[in-house]
């Protein structure tokens, strides 16, 4: 079966997003600045976001502040609860809920 997607949305540089990030699709090489990874939608780990801060602490489950370079046509796996774009084109899908671009 194939996962469903709420939204598809292509992201612009130097830009955060926030919500239940599943997957990136790398279109254009460059970096992604930061992000912080969880398991949005799976019970216990469930995260709240208001912007960009967590509501809730336990469910963070890592984050990255140092920019990585990802390659057109590599996927990134995810969950994650917010990445910044930093020069990469990425296809971000997210699962239901909401989505925010700071």
Not at 68 to 90: C, E, M, Q, Y
């Given at each position: ?48 976001l208001t912007g960009s ?47 925010t671009e700071n």
């Amino acid at each position: 079966m194939q996962p469903r997607y709420h939204k598809i949305i292509s992201s612009s540089q130097n830009t955060e997003y926030t919500g239940s990030l599943v997957k990136a699709h790398v279109l254009e090489s460059g970096s992604i600045l930061n992000a912080t990874l969880g398991y949005p939608d799976d019970g216990y780990y469930k995260l709240t976001l208001t912007g960009s801060q967590f509501d809730n602490s336990e469910s963070m489950v890592g984050t990255f502040n140092t920019p990585i370079t990802v390659t057109a046509g590599s996927n990134v796996d995810l969950p994650a609860g917010r990445v910044k774009v930093g020069t990469a084109g990425l296809l971000l899908y997210f699962s239901n809920g909401k989505v925010t671009e700071n």
